[in-house]
Structure formats: C-alpha cells, structure tokens
C-alpha cells in the first residue's frame, strides 16, 4: 500500500463522507480505491479484445412466447461467453433472469445489448465487471 495525499475543497469531502457512511463505508480510504477500482474496470471495457465478465439481469412476461424463444436462441448461438443461466418465476406472469457472461469485451457487450433489446423486456441491465486480475 502507498499513502499518497490529495487536496480537495472541505464541503466536497464533508459531503462525501456522509455519502460513503450512508453507504456503510467505515473507511474513506476503502471508498476511494473503489472509485478507482470503478474507473479502471470501464477502462478495461474501452478495448474489445480485453477479457471481461458481466452479469445481464432481465425481467419479462413468459407470456411473450417469442421472447423466451429468442432469448435461449441467443444463448445457444453464443453458448461459449455464456457461464450460467439462472431463471427464476416471480408470479404467474413474470420472470427474472440472471445471465453470467465471460469472453472478449467486444462479444459479450453486443450479446448483453441484443439480450436486454428483445421486445418484451420490462426491465434489462447489464453490469460491466472483470475478471479481477488487473484489479487490485
Ligand atoms: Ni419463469
């Protein structure tokens, strides 16, 4: 670890502090190496070749029998950056989807986006993240 020091206006850092405690942060310091964890991870995603994982969370209505189809169809034709699937039925109509990606960040980017696009999606997000090694 290296300490390193950093000037920044007082109300700006009083009002982060009281940002990062509501958000359970005993440590300023922690909160900060995240940010730049953060700033690092999109970095990573600005090159299409570099290997990456995402998490794409959908919910939909099973009702829309063409968007179940199409969205196990996508997931065959790209069976190699698909890690796991999970599904779970949250009522009689609705369905949350937990998708797993992991490949070249060019793929798994234009995968997740064709995934959330699919007509009958309530609500679709994705999660860019890494693979963890360059990462601190
Ligand atoms: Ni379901």
Same mark, same amino acid.
């Given at each position: 670890?290296?300490?390193?020091?950093?000037?920044?206006? !007082?109300?700006?850092?009083?009002?982060? +502090?009281?940002?990062?405690?509501?958000? %359970?942060?005993?440590?300023? =310091?922690?909160? /900060?190496?995240?940010?730049?964890?953060?700033?690092?991870?999109?970095?990573?995603?600005?090159?299409?070749?570099?290997?990456?994982?995402?998490?794409?969370?959908?919910?939909?209505?099973?009702?829309?029998? !063409?968007?179940?189809?199409?969205?196990? +169809?996508?997931?065959?034709?790209?069976? %190699?950056?698909?890690?796991? =699937?999970?599904? /779970?039925?949250?009522?009689?109509?609705?369905?949350?989807?937990?998708?797993?990606?992991?490949?070249?960040?060019?793929?798994?980017?234009?995968?997740?986006?064709?995934?959330?696009?699919?007509?009958?999606?309530?609500?679709?997000?994705?999660?860019?993240?890494?693979?963890?090694?360059?990462? %601190?």
């Amino acid at each position: 670890m290296e300490r390193y020091t950093i000037t920044i206006p !007082e109300d700006l850092l009083a009002r982060y +502090d009281s940002l990062i405690q509501s958000q %359970g942060y005993t440590n300023r =310091s922690e909160a /900060i190496r995240d940010l730049v964890r953060d700033a690092l991870i999109e970095e990573e995603w600005a090159d299409a070749s570099e290997k990456v994982a995402a998490t794409v969370t959908l919910v939909y209505d099973h009702h829309f029998s !063409e968007l179940a189809h199409r969205l196990t +169809d996508l997931q065959h034709h790209h069976a %190699g950056l698909v890690v796991v =699937s999970t599904h /779970i039925h949250l009522d009689n109509d609705n369905c949350l989807e937990v998708i797993i990606l992991r490949g070249r960040c060019g793929e798994v980017r234009a995968l997740a986006e064709k995934m959330i696009a699919l007509r009958g999606v309530k609500h679709g997000k994705v999660v860019h993240t890494t693979e963890g090694s360059r990462i %601190g």
